[in-house]
């Protein structure tokens, strides 16, 4: 069990001093004590007041896993991972959901998108949620008389997390307002901010974070390298962004974190996901869960529950008590493997789905049955014994090293100046033959190979929309998935798709907001 667990619970003495923001945009807080009398009461709150601010990536409130920060009718499926797999995942071509409800079977058949699906208005949410919280927090600290512990650091790391969420906003909805500690108690709507200026103030905030935030590693917090893991990412991405491509400097911030960082792959593939995972050395950055002290069904429990069910599967068996008979791979991540043999496959990762009673073909994405479940996430604990439980205690991360690899071997076969073919090579191989894959030569390091490998390897954590969108893969009709565009062997859909509608309730609440071409308002 890791200490910053407890933090984040033990910050519910001030968590009174934080609402949710009805108004989206709207960056004022309501208090019923001054933080900044709070913290002259007690400087050391500042550890519980950043730990909120953390806790809002995995926790979908302050009182339990019943409760949320924004407004919702269904507080638990409103949480910010649950959202970033809602629409980074089921959009994309490993993994389809089968409840469609109220808007899901939009994300799972990428089709009817629109500004009054609630589950683009989770995220939108979500994220301005966490940056006006953030702001506020900023705002206090830097001109707050108490004598505050590790001030100028806690600035940093509500700086990188405020980042993070514009991130998000950048890379599902293109356009935002950009707001800070500058904008709290104004009354007038920010004006719309493009993909351009909002990638522009992301990498300022973030070069500037790096200079002063702590090079000291604590696990489920940010430091120096998990902030360059971010820049590297946000340059990787840099020319679906800004129309200027920026491998080189992914390439540069991808290999300081691999040379710089101390992480060490993981022995064992399947211990990353597993309910012991908080002792991974691979791991840069991570959302905590804990089945006791921070429950949640938008953390990891949303995962591993709903890739579980009754019907054909022993939910002990993976640590938890409960299968929510959700969500299941389609053949186009499993068929990765081998060409979706997964019995003879040596890889690891293939290993990780559960096939008896399911079928290979997905002829129904309703059909529990048709599709098989992942098991990559597991509440079950990699070494010792196992008490099932009904919340995951099992980590989400965010960014680890292998992805680190694998980002600067594209950036290599991308042509970025200052790599190394040889190490490229090498990076990529470590993935596989961690996972018993086997070593590839130099033919066959190519896009099309790595685009592959990192479904293979990083599927399920978030990433899978971006990278096909990245190569190009995910709108019009070259790349075709299950149940693309709502048919079974999957149809084009059009280039609108790259980006998300603006939710409508964000255009209500800034008239300064316009909506994404291809949608109605």
């Known amino acids: 069990m890791n200490q910053f667990k407890f933090k984040i619970i033990g910050a519910a003495f001030v968590l009174f001093l934080f609402t949710a923001c009805v108004d989206d945009l709207n960056t004022e807080p309501k208090v019923e004590l001054t933080l900044d009398k709070l913290l002259e009461q007690d400087p050391n709150a500042v550890d519980g007041l950043v730990s909120k601010i953390y806790g809002t990536f995995a926790l979908s409130g302050p009182d339990g896993p019943d409760s949320s920060d924004i407004t919702t009718k269904d507080n638990g499926e409103a949480a910010f991972l649950r959202s970033i797999i809602n629409l980074q995942d089921f959009s994309a071509d490993g993994m389809k959901n089968r409840w469609g409800d109220d808007g899901l079977d939009q994300l799972t058949t990428t089709t009817g998108w629109n500004g009054n699906n609630k589950f683009f208005r989770y995220l939108f949410d979500r994220a301005y949620y966490t940056i006006s919280q953030s702001s506020n927090l900023i705002k206090i600290l830097k001109t707050s008389k108490a004598n505050i512990p590790d001030r100028e650091n806690h600035i940093a790391e ?81 020319e679906v962004y800004t129309g200027t491509q920026r491998y080189d400097d992914a390439l540069l911030y991808s290999k300081k974190v691999i040379d710089e960082g101390g992480y060490t792959l993981a022995p064992s593939f399947a211990s990353v996901f597993s309910g012991d995972n908080n002792t991974s050395p691979e791991i840069i950055y991570t959302l905590i869960a804990d089945a006791v002290v921070s429950q949640g069904y938008g953390n990891t429990t ?215 071409p291809g949608y109605s308002s």
């Not at 007038?188 to 590693?217: C, H, N």
């Not at 010792?384 to 439980?389: D, K, L």
């Not at 076969?413 to 990076?427: F, I, K, M, Q, W």
């Open 158 to 238: 509500l700086r990188f997390l405020r980042a993070l969420s514009y991130y998000y906003i950048t890379d599902c909805f293109g356009k935002g307002a950009i707001t800070t500690e500058d904008d709290i108690n104004t009354s007038t709507p920010k004006k719309e901010s493009t993909r351009k200026e909002l990638f522009a103030f992301i990498e300022s905030e973030l070069k500037e974070v790096e200079g002063t935030i702590t090079a000291t590693k604590s696990y489920g917090k940010a430091d120096k390298n998990v902030v360059r893991m971010l820049l590297a990412k946000l340059y990787l991405n840099a």
């Open 302 to 516: 949303y995962i591993i529950n709903g890739n579980l069910s009754t019907e054909t599967m022993n939910p002990n068996n993976y640590g938890a008590t409960d299968g929510w008979s959700g969500h299941r791979a389609t053949k186009a991540w499993y068929g990765l493997f081998n060409n979706g043999n997964l019995v003879d496959s040596p890889d690891d990762r293939a290993k990780l789905f559960f096939t008896t009673g399911h079928s290979y073909e997905m002829n129904d994405y309703k059909k529990w049955t048709d599709g098989y479940p992942s098991v990559k996430f597991t509440n079950k604990n990699f070494v010792g014994t196992t008490n099932a439980t009904s919340f995951a205690n099992t980590d989400f991360p965010l960014f680890r090293l292998s992805d680190a690899y694998l980002m600067y071997a594209e950036c290599v076969v991308r042509g970025a100046s200052g790599g190394s073919a040889g190490l490229a090579l090498e990076y990529v191989n470590k993935v596989r033959t961690r996972s018993h894959a086997g070593e590839i030569n130099a033919g066959e390091l190519n896009l099309d190979f790595i685009l592959k490998e990192r479904g293979r390897e990083l599927n399920l954590e978030g990433h899978r929309r971006q990278d096909l969108i990245r190569f190009g893969k995910f709108t019009g009709g070259s790349y075709l998935w299950p149940w693309k565009g709502g048919v079974k062997d999957g149809v084009a859909i059009p280039e609108t798709y790259n980006l998300y509608p603006i939710p409508t309730s964000a255009l209500q609440a800034n008239s300064q907001l316009t909506q994404n």
